[in-house]
């Protein structure tokens, strides 16, 4: 069966200091992959999604990137971490009729 | 731009009534979810409708889907405290690979 993993789960980082998290996907291959965050008490916002390697699609200008350097591979990254970057960040990944997602990480930037 | 809007936002409700929740969206699209997420969790896919007029049953939970109205509910019948959450619905735009998600509707069964 199909898993994600992401991490890690928790991570606090001053402000101007750098960011990066890891998802993968086990159990498929070719898999579209997501990105989303969510502010406190808010929905989801889309930030970056990836139909295959080095495919990145960007739905928000913003102080972050991403990356796909392997096909189960999904990485956000910033260089300089602002304290509106503080959220509860998403990986997903698409079946043929579900997006299916990870556990999250909760990023607080002071 | 596709808009995916929930209402009511925020529900209270007393154990063993029934209330819906709606989502409506601004494009056309066949594919519509709902999700469920506890405080602090991830989302739990809850329900996938596929085509005009599917309706979904799990529990107390019933989803449908007018994609003509661009319209779906989830309809909770006798709630119980175990149902207080937040629910998402989302949009699957064909063609894009995107979800579009809703605002929320933060659910709580007062006991």
């Known amino acids: 069966s199909q898993t994600i993993h992401q991490w890690p789960a928790t991570l606090v980082q001053p402000v101007g200091s750098p960011l990066s998290l890891e998802c993968t996907v086990e159990g498929t291959s070719n898999p579209n992959l997501y990105w989303y965050r969510q502010a406190a008490g808010r929905g989801l916002q889309l930030l970056f999604y990836s139909v295959g390697i080095g495919q990145i699609s960007s739905e928000v200008p913003q102080n972050l990137s991403a990356s796909r350097p392997q096909d189960r591979q999904f990485i956000l990254s910033s260089k300089k971490l602002l304290l509106s970057d503080s959220g509860f960040y998403l990986c997903a990944w698409r079946d043929n009729t579900e997006a299916f997602f990870g556990q999250g990480t909760r990023l607080t930037v002071v | 731009e596709l808009k995916v809007e929930q209402n009511p936002l925020f529900l209270s409700m007393q154990e063993g009534k029934n209330y819906t929740i709606y989502c409506n969206y601004s494009?056309?699209?066949?594919?519509l979810y709902w999700y469920r997420q506890d405080p602090g969790k991830s989302l739990e896919s809850l329900f996938v409708l596929l085509s005009n007029g599917a309706v979904k049953q799990e529990g107390r939970l019933m989803a449908s889907l007018d994609t003509k109205a661009r319209l779906s509910t989830l309809h909770i019948t006798a709630a119980v405290h175990d149902l207080s959450a937040t629910y998402f619905c989302?949009?699957?735009?064909?063609?894009?690979?995107?979800?579009?998600f809703g605002t929320g509707t933060r659910l709580k069964v007062l006991a």
């Open positions: 989302a949009v699957y735009l064909s063609g894009t690979y995107k979800y579009i």
């Open positions: 494009t056309t699209s066949d594919r």
